[in-house]
């Protein structure tokens, strides 16, 4: 039973569509997230939830735009795609930041996007 | 700006042959420091958290030691299973539960 789990694993598109992307957690953690790792594989944070609230909001275009329905669901939706949108987007979650430690975070397997 | 320097960026072991990575840090405040392994096609996988200076932690053939300035990843008599991208990220006091991850090393241990 996949703990982090996020469709599709891959999507290829051409510039200018707008694409989404699910991410669900089954290990009753309150906080999600969600990284991209480019090509030189650095893992960089775009956005943080706790229980549904946005806490971290790096530097992200506005045209990600990222939503959780509930404590276990956090998607990512991408409008007007970019070349340089390509990257792995991984979707991951912790316990609650005052219940335990923060900074094991469980990951999906990543959703592989490529702009064409 | 939060600093993490992974070194060196690429390691080709020999079955058996014990060795370092690094992990340099440049933080105002850490809380933690964490070791993930990364498998091609796969997510991170958490192996480590390390909170204070001194502190050791094991786990089959690794070993993660913490310094004030920086983290060390032993992998002693290594397996071809070991192969993998090991990941450094550290957690600073200010920025809430914040990951910032090094570019990672990648190792290869030979049979």
């Known amino acids: 039973d996949t703990a982090v789990s996020q469709t599709p694993k891959y999507l290829v598109t051409q510039m200018g569509n707008d694409k989404s992307i699910k991410c669900e957690q089954n290990l009753g953690h309150d906080t999600m997230y969600w990284y991209k790792q480019d090509s030189k594989k650095f893992l960089k944070i775009m956005f943080s939830?706790?229980?549904?609230?946005?806490?971290i909001n790096e530097t992200v275009p506005n045209r990600f735009s990222p939503k959780s329905p509930d404590k276990a669901h956090l998607n990512l939706h991408i409008n007007s795609l970019e070349l340089g949108d390509s990257a792995v987007y991984f979707c991951?979650?912790?316990?609650?930041?005052?219940?335990?430690?923060?900074?094991?975070?469980?990951f999906g397997e990543g959703s592989r996007l490529t702009v064409l | 700006e939060d600093q993490v320097t992974q070194s060196p960026e690429a390691l080709r072991l020999q079955e058996g042959e014990s060795s370092s990575l690094n992990c340099s840090y440049t933080?105002?405040?850490?809380?933690?420091l964490f070791w993930y392994r990364q498998d091609p096609g796969k997510g991170p996988e958490f192996l480590f958290t390390l909170y204070s200076a001194g502190e050791e932690k094991e786990k089959e053939r690794l070993k993660a030691t913490l310094t004030k300035k920086e983290s060390f990843l032993h992998i002693t008599a290594p397996k071809p299973e070991d192969s993998a991208t090991y990941l450094c990220a550290v957690q600073v006091k200010a920025a809430g539960n914040k990951l910032t991850f090094g570019g990672g090393t990648r190792v290869l241990v030979k049979p």
């Open positions: 933080v105002s405040g850490l809380r933690g």
């Open positions: 991951a979650s912790s316990q609650n930041p005052t219940s335990g430690t923060t900074g094991e975070l469980f």
């Open positions: 939830y706790n229980n549904k609230e946005l806490i």
